[in-house]
């Protein structure tokens, strides 16, 4: 199972954008990207998933680069509701247990 | 669609009790459902895989007889906190393989021992 590293945690601000970068070195190659939201008191919630290059949806964009030893969770216009911990984790999905990391607890300012 | 549910959403019960927790895939069938611990500040703890119509296969450190989990069907499978005792006291999240062999999580169970 690949092991992930993400910051602690990040602030940011009303409005604008959020990068959150994940390590993931040991990456094997059938293993899939996805990234969850936890808000306190509540089961993770999925925001996307991602192989390779780029995948957008109507809440995030994942970048992965060519060699897919990290990827970035982009958070477009960020709101107080934002505010949360993301966790990024790799695996082959399907029937595959994941491990979580300490994950990114992301505070957004007023 | 992929919805877990679990039930219940919290739970307080007196120690040496057992108290037993249902997860539900709603919309989906899984033949795998994963159950996890969580404390506060903390991330979640992998405690099992839950395989339908076999033996749920345990993390390391985790007690079999403690935690005794149940997969009878497609749909639904069960955690039993045996005898519970104060530190046993969580946030109990189960999840199930749905849709393009993602994970989607239930809402969890907070367990209160006293």
């Known amino acids: 199972l690949a092991k992930t590293t993400q910051p602690i945690s990040m602030d940011s601000y009303e409005g604008q954008e959020v990068n959150i970068t994940c390590s993931h070195n040991n990456i094997a190659t059938n293993d899939y990207i996805t990234w969850y939201q936890q808000f306190p008191s509540q089961g993770p919630r999925f925001i996307i998933q991602g192989y390779k290059t780029k995948v957008t949806n109507e809440v995030a964009s994942l970048f992965i680069p060519a060699d897919r030893k990290s990827s970035t969770l982009s958070l477009p216009r960020v709101s107080l509701s934002d505010t949360a911990v993301y966790y990024c984790?790799?695996?082959?999905?399907?029937?595959?247990?994941?491990?979580f990391g300490k994950g990114t607890r992301l505070h957004i300012l007023p | 669609g992929a919805v877990v549910s679990q039930h219940p959403s919290r739970v307080i019960c007196k120690s040496g009790t057992s108290v037993k927790i249902e997860c539900r895939s709603l919309d989906f069938q899984a033949t795998t459902m994963f159950w996890y611990r969580q404390f506060p500040k903390k991330s979640l703890m992998l405690m099992a895989t839950?395989?339908?119509?076999?033996?749920?296969?345990?993390e390391q450190g985790v007690e079999k007889d403690k935690f005794l989990i149940n997969h009878a069907s497609l749909t639904l499978s069960t955690l039993t906190v045996t005898s519970a005792h104060p530190e046993d006291s969580s946030f109990y999240i189960c999840?199930?393989?749905?849709?393009?062999?993602?994970?989607?999580f239930g809402p969890g169970t907070r367990l209160l021992v006293l």
């Open positions: 984790l790799v695996g082959e999905n399907r029937d595959d247990k994941i491990i």
């Open positions: 999840s199930a393989v749905g849709r393009q062999e993602t994970q989607y």
């Open positions: 839950s395989n339908e119509g076999s033996k749920a296969t345990y």
